[in-house]
């Protein structure tokens, strides 16, 4: 599985946590910089991060993908929405929490898997349609 971390390195015990939650060994993290101008529009900013990533056409819609993204909102929406375009489907997030303790870590979570999210929201849209069918009917 290919790791493409958008924001701080990941740590060997996050990796290790990360593994363990995909039941997966990671074959490498790619560790992207994402740097946001905020003087020019973001679409086309995360576009030029996202090509830069490496990776071919076939790639994208091939290899296991994990991701872990930038902790910016609105960057990580329109990274979300790129990678969707590209691999045709919502990819796994890597969730992180702070650790308690003096000083500040984080600790791997989960894994959100947001294709299955959206699969799952899909049932309320459903229903949703078939009340309004019924109330017009």
């Known amino acids: 599985m290919l ?8 740590t060997t015990e996050q990796c290790a946590q990360i593994e363990a939650l995909a039941q997966e060994t990671i074959a490498e993290v790619r560790t992207i910089y994402v740097q946001v101008n905020h003087t020019e529009p973001l679409g086309p900013q995360i576009t030029g991060i996202i090509n830069n990533v490496g990776l071919s056409c076939e790639e994208w ?3 296991p993908l994990l991701i872990n993204p930038p902790g910016y909102a609105q960057a990580a929406f329109v990274l979300l929405a790129e990678i969707h375009g590209r691999i045709g489907h919502f990819p796994t997030v890597v969730r992180l929490r702070p650790k308690f303790g003096p000083i500040t870590t984080y600790e791997v ?4 898997n947001l294709q299955t999210v959206r699969e799952a929201s899909r049932v309320f849209r459903d229903k949703a349609a078939r ?3 019924a109330s017009t009917a």
């Not at 790791?3 to 990941?10: C, G, S, W, Y």
């Open 3 to 10: 790791v493409l971390n958008f924001t701080h390195p990941l």
């Open 61 to 63: 819609q091939t290899q």
């Open 109 to 112: 979570v989960e894994l959100l």
């Open 131 to 133: 009340s309004f069918q």
